[in-house]
């Protein structure tokens, strides 16, 4: 699959649901911060309310006037009720009066009051309350005195607030201390056996390693059966492949199978800021697997730690270099009747210790490849037990397009089609849906077209140069859709599909992919006498690809059968320093020059053929142009007169 990019812009470049945390020392849960906050408002209220009710008017109406004002209207037979308070009145008057601002010991000038407060005078006045019974002015009297538990809360509440106060702030410091002092303990994850065990049937597609770990299952069921005969099972598993085949599902799987508990960490959770931490975790993580044996520890992504040492920054003092020599001792120190396996997994075993890899730690490496066509539709069977499928969905077909793709990759094929069904309100998700779901893994994302009818040609043209040169090339994969509708980063696209599983490949074969790639500059030269920034991509890949054929695989005369390695993808060593290059300038500037003149001979090759079918070029094109988007069958259909002469 080639595709046609626009120019490049200055563009700046998810704990496990399945287990519980480990490790942790039971401590008592912290005061929760609703309850200190609760607390807080309650006394508020408490002090906001208490003279208010004691002292104030439950309506908030009363208004104070002076004693002579309330006697007078006692005398006049204005008051309707009052409330003895102590040594306040609190009262209604039968109609308003108006005081003015004199009465009142303000500066307002006159107000009209019906609610009023008073205070009595120090001297007793005795004709007051028989005054009051004589006019019928109803009398009520309250103690002001506040109740016994008020006044305990009162006195005490403060008292009882701090306290609480400088217990939540004590159990916060105590929380963080413990987590300070915790960071030596794992971060391992063991899996539930009250929660649903993964085993060899979700796992598909990989019956290969399935069979090499089920001895693993076996001894884990019946270890006797081998220590009797003096075997010793292999301490260390390693799971190697691509990412995504499925490594971490195996290893759970084995759990599952032997019902043991499981253990399972990333590597990169070892390492942290402190020194020491490290090594401290895995000593943790081996006593306790130990403790639970027969079990399994899992690592995931172990060249994480488990880099070649020696050649970090930091020298024999790196932290994780510590935490490697930690773990090679735990894994070399079992007891022979000890049943605790170590399995880990890693895409990059060319960079790991030799140390890890020697009899008795990791002695037994198991390969997670890419699944073959079979593997493919048994693996999507699985992520498709849960989706209701149309009749019409083929597995079969859709294991044949998906060739290179892996167990993660099938798995958010089948989900892209449910949305894809989702989306158009189906009930059922038909074949379209994962067809739909494929060009969008594929291709990437479908973007509005182009509406600039002159780059719209020449991307056309572009296509239809790959489309053309692959088809009259023999030994190249082929067509099986073109399209001139942006998908993702790329204006158009011809997607090629090899029509079986392919492992090894020929010289032939891999010149005609350069040939290919080279297809849509050299219709831009031939068609339009111009070239563009839109074979970037092409330009990139086959060049890599020529150094390769060169410097890696042997396939140039000037050079020989010698693998020169690569030195821009050699794994790292330490932190930053690359590996050095193992030839002298000589060989590189002959590499470079073997790299161009290979490029070149493709670029000649599809040239010629551009040059010499201009017309079945031009019309792909205009058929791109008018339909967007032509299938392998219209490809042929406009190619047939030139067929014959590329089967010559």
Known sequence: MSNMQKPPKNTPPE???????????????????????????????????????????????????????????VDANNVQ?????????????????????????????????????????????????PKLNANGVTVVANDPSPSTLLLLLLNWGPLILIGLLLFWSFSRARQQQSGIFNFGQTRARRYNEEKPQITFVDVAGEDAAKAELTEMVDFLKDPDKYIRLGARIPRGVLLIGPPGTGKTLLAKAVAGEAKVPFFSLSASEFVEMFVGVGASRVRDLFTRAKAAAPSIVFIDEIDAVGRQRGAGLGGGNDE??????????????????????????????????????????????????????????????????????????????????????????????????????????????IQRDFELALDRIILGSERPPLSN??????VAIHEAGHALVAALTPEADPVIKVTIVPRGRALGVTQSMPSDDRRNYTKEYLFARLV???????????????????????????????????AQLGMND??????????DRQPFLGYSMAQPRVYSEETASLIDRETKRLVEQAHNRARQLCRENRHLLEALADALMTHEIIDQQQVMDILKPALPIAGD
């Open 558 to 567: 000037e050079l020989g059968p010698v693998n020169y390695g690569d030195s």
């Open 320 to 429: 994780r270099e510590q935490t490697l020599n930690q773990l090679l001792v735990e894994m070399d120190g079992f007891d022979a009747r000890e049943t605790v396996i170590v399995m880990a997994a890693t895409n990059r075993p060319d960079v790991l210790d030799p140390a890890l890899l020697r009899p008795g730690r990791f002695d037994r490496q198991v390969t997670v490849d890419l699944p073959d066509r079979a593997g493919r539709e048994a693996i999507l069977k699985v992520h498709t037990r849960d989706i209701p499928l149309s009749h019409d969905v083929r597995l079969d077909i859709l294991a044949g397009a998906t060739i290179g793709f892996s167990g993660a990759d099938l798995a958010n094929l089948a989900n892209e089609a449910a949305l894809s069904a989702a989306r158009n309100g189906r009930e059922r998700v």
């Open 15 to 73: 704990r496990d649901p399945n287990g519980d945390p480990q490790g942790q020392q039971p401590m008592r849960p912290p005061i929760p911060n609703w309850v200190v906050i609760a607390l807080l408002v309650g006394f508020g209220v408490l002090f906001l309310t208490r003279i208010p009710s004691i002292v104030g008017d439950p309506a908030g109406a009363a208004i104070e006037v002076p004693y002579s004002t309330f006697r007078a209207q």
């Open 81 to 129: 009720r009052v409330e003895m308070r102590g040594s306040q009145i609190v009262g209604r008057l039968r109609n308003e009066i108006t005081i003015t601002g004199a009465d009142l010991g303000s500066g307002t000038a006159r107000r009209t009051v019906l609610f009023f407060s008073t205070i009595l005078p120090p001297i007793e006045d005795r004709e007051l309350l």
């Open 516 to 550: 290919v790639l080279m297809g849509g500059r050299s219709a831009e030269e031939v068609v339009l006498s111009q070239i563009t920034s839109g074979a970037e991509n092409d330009l990139r890949v086959a060049t890599r690809l020529a150094r390769d054929m060169v």
């Open 453 to 458: 009818e002159h780059e719209r040609r020449t």
